[in-house]
T-cell receptor
Framework: NAGVMQNPRHLVRRRGQEARLRCSPMKGHSHVYWYRQLPEEGLKFMVYLQKENIIDESGMPKERFSAEFPKEGPSILRIQQVVRGDSAAYFC??????????????FGPGTRLTVL | DQQVKQNSPSLSVQEGRISILNCDYTNSMFDYFLWYKKYPAEGPTFLISISSIKDKNEDGRFTVFLNKSAKHLSLHIVPSQPGDSAVYFCAARSSNNNDMRFGAGTRLTVKP
């Protein structure tokens, strides 16, 4: 019963490069959430997706960031032209189909992005 | 906008004693509250939750108290154990919103 999986666990990029972070939700979960944790700060919501749909991207920076959750395969968080300020831990969480507002989200181990 | 605040960045407690972690929120639309525990290099793990229709929820050594009028909740751990040492995040969400707001976390250290 695999939990939420994220890869890579660590990612190093130089300024201007692209970063791709992957998240495979728990089996049977069709809701995916992405969060970012900056150093010394709490987790901040970025985007909520269901299969092939972005439901809420109110926490996503307007430029350079995009997310998708295709019909097949993992959810991808993509950061184009990375800058040093993008260095953070990025966490993915999933919740089951027919999620109610009270449903618990299960988190992956996170991807630590370092921008040189 | 810091809608969920954990004002104590750290807390140190002796093994066997009670740990009390506090959380305040500003958005009166929040109606569901959660506590997550996070170990280094791991993702947050769900610990316990409470709906706004309740003022207390207990699960083993963990109890969460909710004071809606004060917009305050707390997590009590008793008795505290060294394995409880971790960062604890308070989170809140509302029924008509998809995002969950987190506090900055409190690092709990339980000393043997």
């Amino acid at each position: 019963n695999a939990g939420v999986m994220q890869n890579p666990r660590h990612l190093v990029r130089r300024r201007g490069q692209e970063a791709r972070l992957r998240c495979s939700p728990m089996k049977g979960h069709s809701h995916v959430y992405w969060y970012r944790q900056l150093p010394e700060e709490g987790l901040k919501f970025m985007v909520y997706l269901q299969k092939e749909n972005i439901i809420d991207e109110s926490g996503m920076p307007k430029e350079r960031f995009s997310a998708e959750f295709p019909k097949e395969g993992p959810s991808i968080l993509r950061i184009q032209q990375v800058v040093r300020g993008d260095s953070a831990a990025y966490f993915c969480a999933s919740s089951p189909i027919n999620a109610e507002s009270t449903d618990t989200q299960y988190f992956g181990p996170g991807t630590r992005l370092t921008v040189l | 906008d810091q809608q969920v605040k954990q004002n104590s960045p750290s807390l140190s407690v002796q093994e066997g004693r009670i740990s009390i972690l506090n959380c305040d929120y500003t958005n009166s639309m929040f109606d569901y509250f959660l506590w997550y525990k996070k170990y280094p290099a791991e993702g947050p793990t769900f610990l316990i939750s409470i709906s706004s229709i309740k003022d207390k929820n207990e699960d083993g050594r963990f109890t969460v108290f909710l004071n809606k009028s004060a917009k305050h909740l707390s997590l009590h751990i008793v008795p505290s154990q060294p394995g409880d040492s971790a960062v604890y995040f308070c989170a809140a969400r509302s029924s008509n919103n998809n995002d969950m707001r987190f506090g900055a976390g409190t690092r709990l250290t339980v000393k043997p």
